[in-house]
């Protein structure tokens, strides 16, 4: 691997912020330092030549030229005795002064100590240097960061977009080993094949069992229907109606099986342009008749039946087989299911109302979840809405579930470009 990049790139990076550094020192003390310390010595030579004398023969003269002197340069001068007192008024903050000089008078010897002012030009320059190394800093974090992030966040940004693309549904692939990030990338790979490799064999063994089944399922439910019209006991009756009874809780099991193996399935969209009055006919002939002899009326309306939409046929079958078994299911004598399919600007609205119990409203935003169960009245289940959702999706749509005397259902699919219902 090569995990050294990224340290060579630091090392160079704060080799390269080091000399910026140095240079910035250097040309600060050359432009700025330098030339205070030469006005410090100009002035140091002119103020004890023309200024201020080594000796006077009173200390008023002395303060006199002091005070003069402190003037003229806008300096802040303090004398002190021989006891450190001092015997100005200035009140001095700063311990260090620029200069020093011991001044004697006919009676005594005073240390003269002369300070720039707070506005001074070297205390400008130490500021500046401060707020330089600041911005140095700063640009050297920049550069080093803008240096190093090819190496530091691309592996992360391909990591974070290999889970994104198998989240949806997307095959991550192994990368070249350059560093540790491409490393935890291709351990990830690894994991998501194995992943993919086990889902396969559960896919195949549920399959295998569910094929298994059906075959002796259907003949039961098949015999079980046919001894419905004999002339049975009172005793044999009964058994019979159990027998038929937990077949068909088998069947609703083996119906889950099939939704789970397709929602593991590659899907892909056949999309056929029809008419809405066609599909108002399917729904009709799947399950009015079936329904009603159920004591469940179904109902099938719309206002737009020379409409057109582009579906994927088999899909549409699916979505409308899950919603109306998860409506029946629920349902009661006088139970009710009612279709309605109506024009919403550039889709298709479609409307699956039943008068069941519904559905908790702190629940019913999950009821497109996979594998979703409620413990109340209506317990929905399985993958059947949560297949409904997807499909719909991949049609382009969207779903959406409230209470309204029952559950309702509603979707919207696009309408098809440059059809119209006439």
Same mark, same amino acid.
């Given at each position: 691997?090569?995990?050294?990049?990224?340290?060579?790139?630091?090392?160079?990076?704060?080799?390269?912020?080091?000399?910026?550094?140095?240079?910035?020192?250097?040309?600060?003390?050359?432009?700025?330092?330098?030339?205070?310390?030469?006005?410090?010595?100009?002035?140091?030579?002119?103020?004890?030549?023309?200024?201020?004398?080594?000796?006077?023969?009173?200390? #008023?003269?002395?303060?006199?030229? $002091?005070?003069?002197?402190?003037?003229?340069?806008?300096?802040?001068?303090?004398?002190?005795?021989?006891?450190?007192?001092?015997?100005?008024?200035?009140?001095?903050?700063?311990?260090?002064?620029?200069?020093?000089?011991?001044?004697?008078?006919?009676?005594?010897?005073?240390?003269?100590?002369?300070?720039?002012?707070?506005?001074?030009?070297?205390?400008? #320059?130490?500021?500046?240097?401060? $707020?330089?190394?600041?911005?140095?800093?700063?640009? $050297?974090?920049?550069?080093?960061?803008?240096?190093?992030?090819?190496?530091?966040?691309?592996?992360?940004?391909?990591?974070?977009?290999?889970?994104?693309?198998?989240?949806?549904?997307? %095959?991550?692939?192994?990368?070249?080993?350059?560093?540790?990030?491409?490393?935890? #990338?291709?351990?990830?790979?690894?994991?998501?094949?194995?992943?993919?490799? =086990?889902?396969?064999?559960?896919?195949?063994?549920?399959?295998?069992?569910?094929?298994?089944? %059906?075959?002796?399922?259907?003949?039961?439910?098949?015999?079980?229907?046919?001894?419905?019209?004999?002339?049975?006991?009172? =005793? #044999?009756?009964?058994?019979?109606?159990?027998?038929?009874?937990?077949?068909?809780?088998?069947?609703?099991?083996?119906?889950?099986?099939?939704?789970?193996?397709?929602?593991?399935?590659?899907?892909?969209?056949?999309?056929?342009?029809?008419?809405?009055?066609?599909?108002?006919?399917?729904?009709?002939?799947?399950?009015?008749?079936?329904?009603?002899?159920?004591?469940?009326?179904?109902?099938?309306?719309?206002?737009?039946?020379?409409?057109?939409?582009?579906?994927?046929?088999?899909?549409?079958?699916?979505?409308?087989?899950?919603?109306?078994?998860?409506?029946?299911?629920?349902?009661?004598?006088?139970?009710?299911?009612?279709?309605?399919?109506?024009?919403?600007?550039?889709?298709?609205?479609?409307?699956? %109302?039943?008068?069941?119990?519904?559905?908790?409203?702190?629940?019913?935003?999950?009821?497109?979840?996979?594998?979703?169960?409620?413990?109340?009245?209506?317990?929905?289940?399985?993958?059947?809405?949560?297949?409904?959702?997807?499909?719909?999706?991949?049609?382009?749509?969207?779903?959406?579930?409230?209470?309204?005397?029952?559950?309702?259902?509603?979707?919207?699919?696009?309408?098809?470009?440059?059809?119209?219902?006439?």
């Amino acid at each position: 691997m090569k995990n050294k990049r990224l340290e060579k790139r630091f090392i160079i990076a704060v080799f390269i912020g080091s000399i910026a550094n140095v240079i910035t020192l250097v040309l600060w003390v050359t432009f700025r330092i330098n030339p205070i310390i030469t006005k410090v010595e100009n002035i140091k030579k002119d103020i004890f030549n023309n200024e201020i004398r080594l000796e006077y023969n009173s200390f #008023a003269n002395l303060q006199k030229d $002091i005070d003069k002197t402190a003037k003229k340069y806008k300096l802040i001068i303090n004398i002190e005795d021989i006891n450190g007192k001092i015997l100005t008024n200035n009140n001095i903050k700063i311990d260090l002064p620029l200069i020093t000089k011991m001044i004697k008078t006919n009676n005594s010897t005073y240390l003269i100590k002369i300070y720039f002012n707070k506005n001074s030009n070297i205390l400008r #320059a130490i500021l500046e240097l401060i $707020i330089v190394q600041i911005v140095v800093v700063i640009i $050297i974090l920049i550069i080093t960061f803008i240096y190093t992030k090819e190496i530091v966040l691309k592996p992360i940004n391909l990591l974070i977009e290999d889970i994104r693309n198998y989240k949806m549904g997307k %095959k991550t692939k192994s990368r070249k080993l350059n560093n540790e990030f491409d490393l935890i #990338a291709s351990e990830f790979s690894n994991l998501t094949k194995r992943i993919e490799e =086990e889902k396969k064999e559960q896919t195949r063994i549920i399959a295998s069992i569910s094929h298994d089944i %059906k075959t002796p399922l259907t003949s039961i439910i098949g015999y079980s229907s046919l001894l419905k019209d004999q002339n049975l006991n009172e =005793e #044999a009756r009964k058994y019979n109606e159990r027998i038929n009874e937990k077949a068909l809780n088998i069947k609703e099991i083996l119906l889950s099986f099939d939704d789970y193996l397709l929602n593991q399935e590659e899907l892909k969209l056949n999309l056929t342009l029809i008419q809405i009055k066609d599909i108002v006919s399917e729904l009709n002939n799947d399950y009015k008749i079936e329904l009603e002899n159920n004591n469940i009326a179904f109902k099938v309306t719309t206002k737009i039946p020379l409409e057109y939409i582009n579906v994927d046929v088999l899909k549409m079958k699916r979505i409308f087989s899950n919603m109306i078994s998860n409506s029946a299911r629920y349902l009661k004598n006088k139970g009710e299911i009612l279709i309605d399919i109506r024009d919403n600007k550039n889709n298709i609205l479609f409307i699956v %109302k039943d008068n069941g119990p519904g559905v908790r409203e702190d629940l019913i935003g999950k009821i497109f979840d996979p594998l979703f169960t409620t413990d109340n009245s209506r317990k929905i289940s399985g993958l059947g809405l949560s297949i409904c959702k997807e499909f719909v999706e991949m049609q382009g749509g969207s779903i959406k579930a409230y209470n309204d005397n029952g559950l309702t259902i509603e979707f919207l699919l696009p309408k098809p470009k440059g059809k119209n219902c006439k």
